[in-house]
C-alpha cells in the first residue's frame, strides 16, 4: 500500500505489473493533472506516479521518487508538474496560472425568420464578483443574447459555453444543474411572478423544485430571501398586484438567487420603476454581488448603470459588437463613432463636465435586411468609401481595447466627426 504523499516512509517493492496497472493511459492521464472536482482525491499525481514506478527497481529509488525534485528531467514533466500544482494550490498562484472564463460566447447568432437579431457576437465574462455590461439602442440585440445564453430561445449559430461546457449540448440532469447556476431577471418582474401565487410560495417553488431545503423548511428561507433583498419578511403572504413595481423586481432578484446561481442576466432590471428604486435595486445588486461573488451580464440602455457596477462594457448595434473595453476607459475615450453618440446622451449633474450631444440622423436600419459594409455607416458622421463595401472586424485598438471600425484610431486621436450637435 502506498504510504500518503510526503510521509518519508519507505514503499515496498512490487511485481513489475503491478507497477504498470497503476500507471495510467494518456486519456488518465490527463485527468490525473487537472482533475475533476469530485474525482481529485483520488486522482494520482505526477509525484505518486514515480514512487509508484520507482518502487520495482527497489527502495532507495523509491524514496528519490518520493521526496520533491528540484527540476523536471523533460519540458513536457515540467509543464504537468506545473499544472498540477496550480490545480492543487487555492492560492493567488493558481488562479493566476489558470482563470478560465465563467461563461463564453463564440460567435454567436439568433434568427427570427428573415431578422439576424444576434449576428456573430463573442463575449468572456470572468467568475464573480465581475459584471459584463451590454449596453445600445434598442432593438440591438442584448435581451435577445441574454435570453440565449439561459436557453430561452434558440441560436442559430455559433456556440455558448459555461465553466467550459456547451451549454447547447446540455440534457436531463446536466441541464438541470445549469438551469440552478444561470438565472435571469427580467425587465418586467410580472414575467416571472405567478398572479395566483403568494409571494412566499412563488420564492419558495424553486427552491422544492431543486431540492436544496426540505419542504417544510422551504417557507422560512423564503422569509430569509425576502428580508437578504431588503423587504418585510410579512410580505410573503401577499399576491403581486398587491406590491409595488420596485418590490416586485426584489421579489423576482429573491426568487432568481433562491437557487444560489453562480451567474445572473439582469436585463433591464430598473427600467420599469421609479428613480428611488431604481437607486435601491442598484445598491442591492451592489451589496449581492460582493456578499455572494456573482457574475452578471447586465443588459440596459443605460451607460450611467454600467459605469457603477461593470468593469466590462460590450456596445451593441443591430446585433453585433462594435465596440468593447474596460468600462471606465471605453466610455470616457470612446472608439467607434457610435459608442460616442451613446455617451452623449448621458446627462451630466456637473456642468464643467458636460459636452455637446452627438445627435445620429436616421433611425436604425432593417435586421432583415442590414446595409452592406459597415452597418452603421449609413448614420456614422466619420463614413468613408470604404465603409460602404468592407465590414470592419472587431480588433484591438489599445490594449484591452477592441473595436469594430475602419477609422478607430482617428476616433481615439480626437478627429472631429462633423455631425450634428445639439447643446441641450
Known amino acids: 500500500m502506498t504510504p500518503p504523499l510526503g510521509s518519508g516512509a519507505t514503499v515496498p517493492p512490487r511485481p513489475e505489473g503491478a507497477a504498470r496497472a497503476g500507471r495510467p493511459e494518456p486519456e488518465d492521464a490527463t485527468r490525473a493533472v487537472t482533475p475533476e472536482p469530485d474525482e481529485a482525491a483520488r486522482a494520482p499525481t505526477p509525484r505518486t506516479q514515480d514512487a509508484t514506478r520507482a518502487a520495482a527497481s527497489g527502495p532507495e529509488q523509491a524514496a528519490s521518487a518520493a521526496a520533491p525534485r528540484t527540476q523536471a528531467t523533460t519540458p513536457a514533466a515540467a509543464r504537468e ?22 461563461l463564453e460566447v463564440t460567435d454567436l447568432a439568433v434568427r427570427f425568420g428573415a431578422v439576424r437579431a444576434v449576428d456573430g457576437v463573442s463575449l468572456r465574462l470572468a467568475a464573480g464578483p465581475f459584471g459584463l455590461g451590454l449596453v445600445g ?12 445564453v439561459v436557453r430561452l430561445v434558440a441560436a442559430a449559430g455559433g456556440q455558448i459555453r459555461f465553466e467550459g461546457k456547451d451549454v447547447a449540448a446540455l440534457r436531463r440532469a446536466a441541464l438541470k444543474r445549469y ?8 425587465q418586467d418582474p410580472d414575467n416571472s411572478l405567478d398572479p395566483r401565487m403568494r409571494i412566499g410560495a412563488s420564492i419558495a417553488e424553486p427552491l422544492i423544485v431543486h431540492r436544496i431545503v426540505a419542504r417544510r423548511m422551504a ?3 423564503a422569509r430569509e430571501l425576502l428580508a437578504e ?9 401577499r399576491y403581486p398586484h398587491q406590491l409595488s413595481g420596485g418590490q416586485r423586481q426584489r421579489v423576482a432578484i429573491a426568487r432568481a438567487l433562491s437557487v444560489q446561481p453562480r451567474l445572473l442576466v439582469l436585463d433591464e432590471p430598473t427600467s420599469a420603476i421609479d428613480v428611488k428604486a431604481q437607486a435601491r435595486i442598484l445598491k442591492l445588486i451592489a451589496d449581492l454581488r460582493a456578499g455572494r461573488n456573482l457574475a452578471y451580464l447586465l443588459i440596459t440602455h443605460n451607460l450611467g448603470i454600467v459605469t457603477e457596477l461593470c468593469e466590462q462594457t460590450a456596445v451593441l448595434y ?11 476607459e471605453l466610455l470616457s475615450v470612446p472608439a467607434h463613432p457610435y459608442t460616442q453618440a451613446l455617451r452623449s446622451a448621458v446627462p451630466e449633474v456637473d456642468m464643467a463636465a458636460r459636452r455637446s450631444r452627438l445627435v445620429l440622423p436616421g433611425e ?11 452597418v452603421f455607416h449609413p448614420r456614422c458622421p466619420l463614413a468613408i468609401d470604404r465603409c460602404a463595401t468592407e465590414v470592419p472586424v472587431l ?3 489599445r490594449p484591452g481595447r477592441e473595436a469594430a471600425c475602419h477609422r478607430a484610431e482617428d476616433v481615439l486621436a480626437g478627429v472631429r466627426t462633423g455631425a450634428r450637435t445639439s447643446s441641450g
Open 179 to 186: 438551469r440552478r447556476a444561470a438565472q435571469i431577471v427580467f
Open 364 to 374: 436604425p436600419p432593417d435586421a432583415a435586411s442590414p446595409p452592406p459594409g459597415c
Open 229 to 237: 433583498v431588503g423587504l418585510d419578511p410579512e410580505l410573503a403572504g
Open 219 to 221: 417557507a422560512g428561507r
Open 137 to 148: 439602442e434598442s432593438g440591438s440585440g442584448k435581451s435577445t443574447i441574454g435570453r440565449a
Open 395 to 397: 480588433r484591438e485598438v
Open 81 to 102: 508538474a506545473e499544472e498540477a500544482a496550480c490545480a492543487a494550490a487555492p492560492g493567488p498562484v493558481g488562479v493566476a496560472k489558470a482563470a478560465p472564463p465563467l
Open 318 to 328: 443591430l446585433g453585433r459588437v462594435v465596440e468593447r473595453g474596460p468600462t471606465s
